[in-house]
């Protein structure tokens, strides 16, 4: 079955509903490894869509969302290759990722998400995609290319599924907060070329919105006109990136009632997105569309650990030094014996801080940077360039 989780009738009031969705297993396609066939769209089985959808369901249902999750559908089509890395995703009772469980799934989760508008859906989908035109996804189902119907016939677009998720005289109450992300390809096939106006059939019936105020942003793993890129029997880089921004990708604090929280928004997961895709040299930069305002996913009661690097140039200068972090609280990290090293690895608690370099070869034996903020979305590694502070040279 796809309805994984339901607890629509233990959660009263306004929740969270999740659609999941991971294609690796295309039936009609060939094996990963098999040259790339023009027959087939030059495209091949796939070896972590399904394990990148697991993964983000694994994570959803064991974090704290903004709202009680109520509802999980699951839709998987796995690789032999993904199974044996992940014992636990053969074994999962999600049903096959086709046309027809999409089309019966999507229409049961708008139905869930029209009941309270201070509903949250998440929507992600794995798996390929190519492009029609600007801003037309079109995502690939596991029946893509099977004999007889057209050929985009097993596919869905991801306009249609958004604006059918839109405030609508047949879904007055559906959630104004949503969040869509598509993790796969967004090229244009020469295939495709051959077609006149090759036609996706719709999942929902779009109807003229009334006043829409849905804040609802997309998130591609990667922009207009170009790949994604998948990991043999591993998660994508974009659902690792992802999983991240989930655990730690926190905003700047408030205070609520008197105890501080970390939410984690639409603006702080675009930020450690970019953040993971540069640091990991992809190349093909994310994309967000539809964005509007600063919807809240998560609120963390405490501050959450970020890994970050600390860099000091120019670095063989000013050996031998000692190096610390200073929190707002003027609080030292590590607190006894400073680092020895002009660059390193830290993990500490998300805040504020300051660098300070103890070494005779800085002027008033001291350096101590401007405070800023440290998260999950700061450059790697955060450079400190000291020349202007070293002692001249007798």
Known sequence: MALIIDKRREVPGPGVHVLIVGVSDYLQLPNHDDPPDEQTWSLNKLTSGALSAFK????????????????????????????????????????????????????????????????????????????????????????????GPPALSNCVEVGNIKSGMAPSPDCPNIALTQFYFVDACRMRPETLK???????????????????????????????????????????????ALTLALQRGVDERQEVNGRFQWPITFSSIKLVLETYYKKHNLGNSMYIGGASGRPVIRCLHEAPDIDICVRLVPGSEIDPCGVRLIDENDAAFPPQNPINRTQFEITLKAGFYKVQVDSAHVTQNRYRSASRRVDQGMEWPWTHQLSSYLRPAN
């Open 194 to 240: 051959k077609f006149v106006n090759p036609q996706v059939p719709d999942v929902f019936n779009e109807e003229l919105n009334v006043v829409d105020h849905r804040q609802a942003p997309i998130f591609y793993s990667t922009v207009d006109g170009a790949i994604s890129v998948g990991r043999a029997g591993r998660p994508s880089h974009f659902a690792e």
């Open 56 to 147: 983000i369901y694994d994570l959803i249902r064991q974090v704290e969302l903004v709202r009680p999750l109520k509802t999980v559908r699951l839709l998987l089509s796995p690789s032999t290759i993904e199974i044996d890395a992940e014992p636990d995703l053969g074994a999962v009772a999600a049903e096959r990722a086709n046309r027809q469980n999409f089309a019966k799934d999507a229409q049961d989760w708008r139905d869930d998400a029209n009941d309270h508008k201070d509903n949250m859906t998440l929507f992600y989908f794995a798996g390929h995609g190519i492009q029609r035109g600007s801003e037309d996804s079109v995502l690939l189902l596991d029946d893509f290319l099977t004999r």
